[in-house]
């Protein structure tokens, strides 16, 4: 079956501008989480969704990223007011729900802020 | 805070010559240890999990295995299609909730 989508693959912004990425998770998935992955590094937690609701938001860096998944299914990070420093590849990962441990992560979106 | 620590951070390896890697980790009441497979370019793509000191678990030429500190991933036989960076994950039962913390990883390369 098909696997976690994410669009676009790249984004090229400038400083200030705003982004919204997109996920699509694996069908009947209900726990939706994203990541965030620098160069060299593992990829580190922004938030969870359960269903609609965001249930752990405590990842987000700060005021500027925020998250929407309206209908338990897909789901847009924003991000406002871009900064240099958050270029780097956002993920997406789907799980049946928040029972099952395993996570099936997406290809990413590379986001380069100039 | 769960934390976890992955060594070397970089294994290069002539195809066929078996290794290991490590993945150390300090957790609130583990949930899960999670080992991902990550191409260039290209999103994790699950490998194993693993839930209680002494569990195995097998997938051609990789084996994963757990102690109450560490985790191994043991390689085989290894060929250049092998070639990857290796990620370990945990998930614990304390205020982390669902998410997975992620160590570094370490970047394996197999020469022909």
């Known amino acids: 079956g098909a696997g976690v989508s994410q669009t676009p693959s790249n984004k090229v912004t400038e400083k200030g501008k705003y982004v919204e990425l997109r996920c699509d998770p694996i069908?009947?998935?209900?726990?939706l989480y994203w990541y965030r992955q620098s160069l060299g590094q593992g990829p580190e937690f922004l938030i969870y969704f359960q269903g609609t609701g965001a249930a752990d938001d405590s990842g987000l860096p700060n005021d500027r990223f925020f998250a929407v998944r309206p209908e338990g299914s897909v789901s847009t990070l924003k991000i406002q007011r871009t900064e240099r420093g958050d270029s780097a590849v956002y993920l997406c990962?789907?799980?049946?729900?928040?029972?099952?441990?395993?996570?099936?992560f997406g290809p990413g979106t590379r986001l380069t802020v100039l | 805070e769960d934390q976890v620590t992955q060594s070397p951070e970089a294994l290069r390896l002539q195809e066929g010559e078996s290794s290991s890697l490590n993945c150390s980790y300090t957790?609130?009441?583990?949930?899960?240890l999670f080992w991902y497979r990550q191409d260039p370019g290209k999103g994790p793509e699950f490998l194993f999990t693993l839930y209680s000191a002494g569990e195995e678990k097998e997938k051609e030429r990789l084996k994963a295995t757990l102690t109450k500190k560490e985790s191994f991933l043991h390689i085989t036989a290894p060929k250049p299609e092998d070639s990857a960076t290796y990620l370990c994950a945990v998930r614990s039962g304390g205020t982390s909730g669902s998410r997975l913390t992620f160590g570094e990883g370490t970047q394996l390369t197999v020469n022909p």
């Open positions: 069908s009947g998935h209900t726990a």
């Open positions: 990962a789907s799980s049946p729900s928040s029972l099952a441990y395993e996570q099936f």
């Open positions: 957790v609130s009441g583990l949930r899960g």
